[in-house]
């Protein structure tokens, strides 16, 4: 079994930035594809970011594009989601997801483990 824990999270300004990190325990997550998710109170979870296995293919919701950023470290068995220029519409709790049959992409079914969520707030 994989476990997911996210870090991170917390009380920012508009405008200023937040890294969220992932770290995976029990098992290398290696060559699974891996996304960020979010939520926010009384919405649907929401695709934010995904990256391959390699880290060579990287994809983003419209809304977060050119102010976020995924990444990974399969040394350290992390993922990561730098964000910058944020936005009171990004509070919400972010959820780092894993796909151990590879598929990935945008769609949260597509993952078979989560992490507990990391809560991010945004103040105007």
């Known amino acids: 079994q994989v476990q997911l824990v996210e870090s991170g999270g917390g009380l920012v300004q508009a405008g200023g930035s937040l890294r969220l990190s992932c770290a995976a325990r029990g098992r290398t997550v290696n060559n699974w594809a891996m996304g960020w998710f979010r939520q926010a109170p009384g919405k649907e979870r929401e695709f934010v970011a995904g990256?391959?296995?390699?880290?060579?293919?990287?994809y983003y919701a419209d809304s977060v594009k050119g102010r976020f950023t995924i990444s990974r470290d399969n040394a350290k068995n992390t993922l990561y989601l730098q964000m910058n220029s944020l936005k009171p519409d990004d509070t919400a709790v972010y959820y780092c997801?894993?796909?151990?049959?590879?598929?990935?992409?945008?769609?949260?079914?597509?993952?078979?483990?989560w992490g507990q969520g990391t809560q991010v707030t945004v103040s105007s």
């Open positions: 990256i391959s296995w390699s880290g060579g293919r990287l």
């Open positions: 997801a894993a796909d151990s049959t590879l598929q990935g992409g945008t769609v949260s079914s597509k993952y078979n483990y």
